[in-house]
């Protein structure tokens, strides 16, 4: 059983930055996948960055270049450092854990098995 639990969501204004953590508890000694994904209002819930056991990654289109996804393996805690935030980004942001020893990244929701229960971004312009 795994346990993730969001942290550092906040408002800010368009340009402005904010680095989300999520506190992973349990057992992720196997390999696994981890992703973040976010949701806005009325819309679909949307991958935005992955994260692999071996250290791939992968980042949505639209944050591409401006959000950075890393974990530290000492304190077990997965990041998003998100930077040049536009009023799009604006939603509740979760992360996203699955045992998996693909050697490939997922943005899909399907592929994650654990969820935690978010952390809310708001852009203002």
């Known amino acids: 059983q795994v346990q993730l639990v969001e942290s550092g969501g906040g408002s800010v204004q368009a340009g402005g930055s904010l680095r989300l953590s999520c506190a992973v508890f349990?057992?992720?000694?196997?390999?696994?996948?981890m992703a973040w994904f976010r949701q806005a209002p009325g819309k679909e819930r949307e991958g935005v960055a992955a994260?692999?056991?071996?250290?791939?990654?992968s980042y949505a289109d639209s944050v591409k270049g401006r959000f950075t996804i890393s974990k530290d393996n000492a304190k077990n805690t997965l990041y998003l450092e998100m930077n040049s935030l536009k009023p799009e980004d604006t939603g509740m942001y979760y992360c996203a854990f699955s045992y998996s020893a693909a050697l490939s990244t997922s943005l899909m929701r399907y592929e994650y098995a654990y969820w935690g229960q978010g952390t809310q971004v708001t852009v203002s312009s």
């Open positions: 349990g057992n992720t000694y196997s390999n696994f996948r």
């Open positions: 994260f692999v056991s071996y250290g791939r990654t």
